[in-house]
């Protein structure tokens, strides 16, 4: 039987785009979503392609909807990709703890959500794959960005601590620090302060979905399975860490 994937935040951008990948790759795919009806939507219009619904920042939410897709998809979940996330910029100096709080919960705490409920399953079946996505923030730091800049980074410990404690178990747990991607979290941003970032990274465009894609798809590979701990940068060049 095929290896079953989840991707976390699915419906568009950086994870629709893996999870039209990992299809294409001959996984089973799920996808989850929060709250873009519309894009929901859309994707399952045009994708055979389970679509579930819940808040990746709500612990017993994560169990459930992960309980509900074994069920209805009569395996386990044997690769999971933590690609939902969030941004919320502002100084320090006029950050809302709200704005720190949604950004650490939803970027960081739904690694812990989504893996502790799934890590057992891995254990068990004694094969698994986790790409976190993480961020070229969390690398280089960014104005504004001090929540995003910590969680991203939260992600690159989280990954490593896991991928030791996983390793013995046929699990890989990797990270992948994008720079800056065409989809709608970076359409979001000023287009002068978007044009300012560009025309810093050396290969001169935003990066495209499918590219984050190609990676995950060979993070994920059945050949990967001494690759972990990692944490792949894919960002144009922009930051050589
Ligand atoms: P988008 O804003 O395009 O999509 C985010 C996805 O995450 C949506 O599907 C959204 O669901 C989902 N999501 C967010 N919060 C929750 C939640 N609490 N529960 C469930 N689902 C949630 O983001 P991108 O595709 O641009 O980014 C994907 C990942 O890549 C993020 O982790 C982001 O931080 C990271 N990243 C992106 C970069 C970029 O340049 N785009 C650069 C570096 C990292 P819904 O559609 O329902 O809102």
Redesign the pocket.
Known sequence: MARLALI????????AAVAQRLDADGLRVAV?????ET??QDFAAHHPIPVYKW???DFDACRSGIERIEAELGQGVDVLVN????TRDAVLHKMSVAQWREVVD??LG?CFNMCRNLIHGMRERGWGRIVN?S??NALKGQFGQTNYAAAKAGVIGFTKALALESARKGITVNAIA????A????HAMDPQVLAGIVAQIPVGRLGEPDEIAHAVSFLVDERSGYLTGATLSINGGQYMA
């Not at 690609?83 to 969030?86: D, E, H, S």
């Not at 994008?178 to 991607?181: E, F, K, L, R, S």
């Not at 989809?183 to 970076?186: G, S």
């Open positions: 976390t935040g699915g419906t568009r951008g950086i994870g989850t979503y929060h709250g873009n894009a929901a808040d990746v920042t690609n939902a996330g969030i939803d970027d739904a996505i961020s070229i994008p720079g800056y991607v989809t709608d979290m970076v």
